[in-house]
């Protein structure tokens, strides 16, 4: 007997997807903010799934505070200073890490500096004591400073070999001027003048209660918590430190070339950009959402033109790059030497037929999935959660952002992404970097702009 209900083919079955599943809401930890006596701000977020936290202490100074005097050094700061303490010998602590199983980390960029640590609930209060141990009381020894300056040094050599890297230096170079966010990277020299007093001067500087922020999101009792983090961190008193300055950026009309010679390479490293805005701009969900669909996830334009169409990199990508001061926007993409224009052509196409015409609406719908599934994994974690707070805390973004961000995204029309595009997409205006070599790509790099050329150490050669 012969069904009447319509058979489907495996073939066409595979051609259509089924329909996505609401979107669920994201349960949000229970918050609490308070800021103690001395002006240390405390977040702490609830997470009760496993027996475990997650606790970072910020300090609202990074290496642009001393850029010009010593680039890299809050950098070089943080790497030393859990190394041991006066109570606490770099073995000691080690030692207390592996008692309670925790981590424990520390780090700096360019606005900020932190100590992080994380483990078993139960140990709260270990973990507490061992962060504020560090952040009062680091000796930065004599051993462990000039073992850390070693490894910087090392690093420093390898990192000038590294296409990415160069590209990103020139670029902020040309971006900000004489803004300290135009230091990257300090120079093998100046490592080597390095001097342990400027860490511990820097450490007393900037290491302080009053432009700090702890957060800690886990498995606790917010009564419990507070009174643990009263009594380690309140009496620590120091001065605030002075504000970062901010001398005025420079302003570029028209594109040009910064070409850095790396003769006898067979890949050159492409990076467009142009200055951009921060967190804090109404138009950073838009512009977010503007740079999904121009370049800044794998289905995004970009990658569909020069991945999948021309097949000139693997990997291109845009992205909005927010720092406290300011902001850049940036395209970036490692291509073979002999089409370096022709991804030039297909970056600034992609830019201006982002800017003339309206996204389709299925095309924005995909973008505003992406965004909002993007975020919802990130807060899945208690690192994520911590992650996502340390944003709206140190940015000074609105209370509501997080529990908003979703709603928001999906609420941008075409005509919002289009404006976006127009007012921070600088087609026109932006700046090009290549490095690759230079009498293989010049000519090609040169068709987009009056071309200067550096070697690898950032010295403009003829």
Known sequence: ???????????????????????RPVAWPKRTVRTLANG????????????????????????????????????MTSAVVRTGTASRESR??????????????????ADTSAISASGLAEFSRELLDLMADLARNATFPEDEFERERRQRLEALKIERTTPGFLASERLRHVLFGHHPYAIVAPTEQQVADYRREQLVDFYRRHYVPADALLIVVGDFSEDTMLEQVEKT????????????????????????????????TVQTQVLVGNLAITRRDPDWYRTSLANSIYGGAFHSRLVINIREQKGYTYSPRSGLNALRQHGYFTVG?????????????EIFYEMDRIRSVAVAPDELESAQSYLSGVFSLG???????????????????????????????????????????????????????????????GEQAALFGELTAYDPQGNKVS
């Open 233 to 264: 961190f309140g009496d620590w008193q120091a001065a605030s430190p002075a504000p970062l300055e901010s001398p005025a950026l420079p302003h570029h009309s028209g594109r040009h070339v910064y070409l850095v010679d790396r003769p006898g």
């Open 40 to 75: 240390l701000q405390v977040v702490l977020a609830e997470s009760r799934a496993f027996p475990k936290i997650s606790a970072q202490l910020y300090f609202r100074s990074g290496n642009a505070v001393v850029a010009h005097a010593a680039p890299g050094l809050a950098e």
């Open 333 to 345: 993409a490692a291509v073979r030497n002999d089409v370096v224009a022709a991804t030039l052509t």
């Open 92 to 109: 000691r602590i080690e030692e207390d890490l592996r008692r309670i199983g925790a981590s424990l980390g520390a780090y700096a960029g």
């Open 1 to 23: 007997m012969t069904s009447s209900t319509p058979q489907v083919s495996a073939s066409t079955r595979s051609k259509t997807p089924p329909a996505l599943a609401p979107e």
């Open 379 to 441: 807060v899945a974690t208690q690192d994520g959660v911590l992650g996502q707070l340390s944003a709206v805390y140190l940015d000074r973004l609105p209370d509501n952002y997080l529990e908003t961000y979703r709603e928001r995204i999906r609420a941008l029309s075409a005509a919002d992404v289009l404006a976006a595009a127009r007012r921070h997409f600088d087609s026109a205006n932006a700046q090009i970097v290549v490095v690759g070599d230079r009498s293989q790509i």
